[in-house]
């Protein structure tokens, strides 16, 4: 071992929010549980502070966001959008405690125009396809596939 190296228990302080008292103070390696439950929602940031047995010190911080409250959805305002007038739009919340509703299932929004020009060309290819199927050609026009029973002669 080398002369005048400090040696010290490598540890770990982990700071939430800028909070003076670490809320996780022991030796390395240290496996961590956060309960965000006790956390508001919104943003978050963990500072970890990291000594090694050498006395350096490392540091890292963590930006996160906590969502335990239901999923918020607003229909029909976009952020930072220019409205004026009267604005409608609709608001709707789900979590993952919530029992089952379908009705509830999906956010309501309009049906997006792509979907609408899609769904155009599909129908009008089809119309198309189906008028194709009429204008059999002359040499096929006889076989049982083409051939009308009403036109057939009795045997």
Do not use: C
Not at 26 to 41: I, N, S
Not at 127 to 147: C, E, G, I, L, N
């Amino acid at each position: 071992m080398m002369r005048g190296a400090r040696v010290d228990k490598p540890r770990v302080r982990i700071y939430l929010d800028n909070n003076s008292t670490p809320i996780v103070d022991q030796e390395l390696p240290a496996d961590v549980a956060l309960d965000t439950r006790a956390l508001e929602d919104g943003p978050h940031r963990l500072m970890i502070r990291a000594r090694g047995q050498s006395g350096h010190e490392g540091f890292e911080e963590v930006a996160f966001h906590v969502r335990n409250g239901p999923g918020v959805v607003v229909s029909g305002l976009r952020p930072n959008s220019v409205r004026g007038g009267e604005v409608r739009f609709s608001v709707d919340a789900f979590s993952s405690d919530d029992p089952f509703d379908p009705r509830r299932a999906e956010a309501r929004s309009s049906i997006p125009v792509w979907v609408w020009v899609m769904s155009l060309f599909v129908v009008a290819w089809a119309v198309w396809y189906a008028a194709r199927m009429w204008d059999v050609p002359a040499q096929y026009a006889q076989t049982p596939t083409y051939r009308s029973n009403a036109s057939t002669p009795a045997k």
